[in-house]
């Protein structure tokens, strides 16, 4: 019997990264027929190699944690050097957060990891098609089921029915451009650069494998040592720097001279050498409207990306899918609560990227910069930031009223230093503006 013929299937999944995979892994062990179609052949490139400690409860729970660990550079920290406090480094170690039990993540080539949570999706029953691109979804009047075009790269193309849709097609976001959902942030938008390199200078001993964020006069730059020796390297940007680069001059050539503008990275990277292509991206920051319709749901980056300043992508991507296949089992085994359990996983897939987004956007603050660069532990704020960090947002760690009290900090110290305040505003407003001009004129 033809693989056709084997069309009618409990759930449909788009995209076999860490949210389609976890998502079809949880589904199947429920029970459920389902089938992921992932439009590339693994092992493949993904850039966000660093992870947070959240995210090993969440292998735990998968039953990968030892694969994950056999492929990781164990980090620590996350440490940030700012120019304006005279280049200094200011560590914050996830140890002291206010959960001691998770004490460290990992860096992880993606191209692993990706492949480790796809074969175990594979091995716990769930069918997987790689080199298979969903073209099509379209859902019936009834709510009842959802129909498919996937296109294999053999050239085949073939018809499937599904109860349920799971979008896990991160940044190609194929049910948000459907529905025309997808909107750029307005209030973040940026740009990158980045790229893998050998024998970059890196901490000795434990902190060896801590990522490290450099700010510097056009956004922020990540140094994510990998276990095999290369370095991944990136600079986050607001487009209107990425279209300073001059005509003739190669994106390479760009990303080193981007490099050149920040002393600590440079210094770091003197004795480095390219070993991949240098990649750009632009239109970085975006979210959608909708998380969900009556018989489908958006999962990870395929809802939203944040700027990945605080490495919160692979954990939040997990995170939404162990609670979207909660939704789809109550769903499909009781059709009555289908309401109440997607409005469930609506708010816990919105709670992630709120919660990241308010520091994200204030990163490039003066008021920021001295806040992380100088931590004090009142009424226990920098645990509570710590946990923030370490990705501990979805539990019962009780860290919100110590959060509250950071961000009343926050706002008193922006307004006593107000003219450092009103100008950095000001350039991020008109950062903001220059990017919406690009996008229209770019529709």
């Not at 790689?130 to 009047?141: I, L, N, W, Y």
């Not at 109550?330 to 897939?349: G, H, I, Y």
């Not at 509570?384 to 919100?400: E, H, M, N, V």
Request: hydrophobic share 40%; net charge positive.
């Amino acid at each position: 019997m033809s693989e056709a013929q084997h069309s009618t299937l409990d759930v449909a999944v788009i995209g076999g990264g860490p949210a389609g995979s976890t998502a079809a892994t949880l589904l199947a062990d429920r029970g459920y027929r389902v089938r992921v179609f992932e439009k590339a052949r693994h092992p493949r490139f993904h850039i966000g190699e660093s992870l947070l400690p959240a995210n090993l409860r969440l292998f735990e729970k998968l039953g990968v944690a030892d694969e994950v660990r056999a492929i990781g550079m164990v980090k620590l920290a996350a440490e940030f050097v700012s120019p304006q406090h005279g280049n200094r480094m200011q560590r914050f170690l996830f140890a002291d957060a206010w959960d001691k039990s998770m004490p460290s993540a990992y860096q992880v080539r993606r191209s692993e990891l990706d492949e480790i949570l796809l074969r175990n999706a594979a091995k716990h029953g769930a069918q997987v098609s790689e080199g298979c691109r969903v073209r099509d979804v379209s859902f019936a009047e009834n709510g009842q089921h959802a129909t498919l075009v996937a296109e294999h790269d053999d050239g085949r193309s073939e018809q499937i029915s599904a109860r349920f849709i799971v979008d896990a097609s991160g940044r190609d976001t194929l049910l948000a451009n459907q529905f025309k959902t997808k909107r750029r942030n307005d209030r973040h938008n940026s740009s990158a650069l980045y790229g893998h390199f050998k024998n970059a200078q890196r901490n000795a001993g434990e902190n060896e494998g801590n990522i490290t964020v450099f700010w510097f006069e056009h956004g922020w730059f990540w140094f994510i040592p990998l276990a095999d020796g290369a370095t991944s390297v990136g600079a986050v940007v607001w487009p209107a720097y990425l279209k300073q680069r001059p005509k003739g001059t190669s994106v390479e050539a760009f990303f080193r001279e981007t490099i050149a503008l920040c002393g600590p990275l440079q210094e770091r990277m003197k004795d480095a050498e390219l070993i991949s292509d240098v990649h750009a991206t632009g239109n970085y920051s975006y979210t959608g409207d909708m998380t969900h319709g009556p018989n489908f749901l958006l999962l990870g980056d395929a809802f939203a990306f944040i700027d990945p300043v605080f490495s919160s992508g692979v954990m939040l991507a997990m995170q939404s899918a162990f609670a979207g296949a909660k939704a789809i089992d109550a769903a499909l085994s009781n059709p009555a609560k289908t309401q109440t359990a997607l409005a469930q996983f609506d708010r816990e897939v919105r709670h992630g990227p709120r919660e990241f987004s308010w520091f994200i956007y204030r990163m490039t603050s003066p008021t920021m910069r001295n806040l992380f660069m100088g931590p004090r532990n009142p009424l226990r704020m920098k645990e509570a930031l710590l946990s923030l960090l370490a990705g501990d947002i979805f539990g019962k760690t009780p860290i919100w009223h110590s959060l509250r009290a950071f961000k009343s900090v926050y706002y008193i110290a922006a307004a006593l230093d107000w003219r450092n305040s009103m100008r950095a505003y000001r350039m991020r407003r008109r950062n903001l503006n220059e990017a919406e001009r690009a996008e229209m004129q770019g529709n």
